[in-house]
């Protein structure tokens, strides 16, 4: 045993598992390296969890069901005085152990794994590109976020990591970009006149995140226009409904014509506007450094002393 081997399983692994602080213990670096190479472990864990695609048709499905006992339950309550549970409370009840499942098999993988470096990894990535499980919608698919986004793009180009994490539905709807669209869009009523899409203007929630969290950093150099102007860009970008579910891009959202972030013009047309803007983030100097500044805060920093 030897001190790199000690700094290799525990400040880049999960903690040394049995028999890992002696494999280490012969080449530290040559034994983290060696787990950035070939395809991931095939993980039962995961195989038993359902897609993004799958999980999102469930919300609609039980949204409808919870109005329908609701309102059988108003009435029921109006004879007894006391008011029914709300939606609010109730998806929780359904959703969270869904959640649990998708936490029960994170850290399974996270025990076992035979690279534990990779793992930690996944979880660097997976905590840059954050979503957030406070919608009922996002609750649902937060899990597959890092199974679809994050874990087949880890060996990859951050230009295509940045593009699965910005197409992926939990960040699309944490972010509300379902609900960003063109000036002068005028969202189609639906059947009956129920649950109009409430999408009436432009969002900038995505643009601003991927600029001051994703990329460039808070003081990356960017300025409000560019929020906006890349806003525009990626409005179109949306989720699908209870039968077309998943990303997709429909174009009489989009605002057309040319947008210009970071000085540099983007006349692209439809969705290739949006992933040209995010190729050139993906490669910009202040990415670079605002990512190995956090890469060195996780694994490196503050690195407590060792007595051996």
């Known amino acids: 045993m030897n001190r790199?081997?000690?700094?290799?399983?525990?400040r880049f692994g999960l903690g040394a598992a049995p028999g890992e602080l002696v494999a280490a213990s012969r080449d530290p670096r040559g034994w983290l390296l060696a787990q950035l190479r070939g395809p991931e472990p095939a993980y039962p864990q995961l195989a038993a969890l359902?897609?993004?695609?799958?999980?999102?048709?469930?919300y609609p499905r039980w949204l409808m069901s919870m109005r329908a006992e609701l309102r059988r339950g108003a009435d029921a309550a109006s004879m007894q005085d006391?008011?029914?549970q709300g939606i609010e409370q109730r998806f929780g009840k359904h959703f969270f152990p869904l959640a649990a499942k998708e936490v029960s098999a994170r850290f399974g993988i996270a025990a076992t794994t035979p690279v534990p470096f990779k793992e930690r990894l996944i979880w660097f990535w997976s905590n840059h590109f954050a979503?957030?499980?406070?919608k009922p919608t996002v609750v649902a698919v937060a899990g597959a976020f890092e199974r679809e986004a994050i874990r087949p793009n880890l060996n990859g180009r951050f230009s295509d990591l940045l593009l699965a994490a910005t197409k992926h539905p939990a960040m699309i709807?944490?972010?509300?970009?379902?609900?960003?669209?063109?000036?002068?869009?005028?969202?189609?009523?639906?059947?009956?006149?129920?649950?109009r899409p409430r999408a009436t203007g432009l969002n900038e929630n995505l643009a601003r995140e991927i600029l001051e969290l994703h990329t460039l950093g808070v003081n990356g150099g960017y300025a409000q226009g560019d929020v906006t102007a890349f806003a525009r860009a990626l409005t179109g970008w949306t989720v699908g409904g209870l039968v077309d579910t998943g990303f997709r891009f429909e174009q009489r959202?989009?605002?057309?014509?040319?947008?210009t972030v970071l000085g540099r013009s983007y006349a692209q047309?439809?969705?290739?506007?949006?992933?040209?803007?995010?190729?050139d983030l993906a490669t910009h100097p202040a990415t670079a450094r605002h990512i190995a500044t956090k890469l060195v805060r996780h694994f490196v920093a503050?690195?407590?002393?060792?007595?051996l």
């Open 302 to 307: 503050d690195e407590p002393p060792l007595d």
């Open 253 to 259: 959202r989009h605002e057309p014509g040319p947008q």
């Open 50 to 58: 359902g897609g993004s695609d799958d999980l999102l048709k469930e």
């Open 4 to 10: 790199e081997a000690v700094i290799a399983v525990n």
């Open 173 to 195: 709807l944490y972010l509300d970009n379902h609900l960003s669209v063109r000036s002068g869009f005028q969202a189609p009523q639906a059947p009956g006149g129920a649950n």
């Open 269 to 279: 047309d439809g969705i290739a506007q949006g992933e040209s803007i995010l190729r």
């Open 131 to 134: 979503v957030s499980a406070i």
């Open 82 to 84: 006391r008011p029914p």
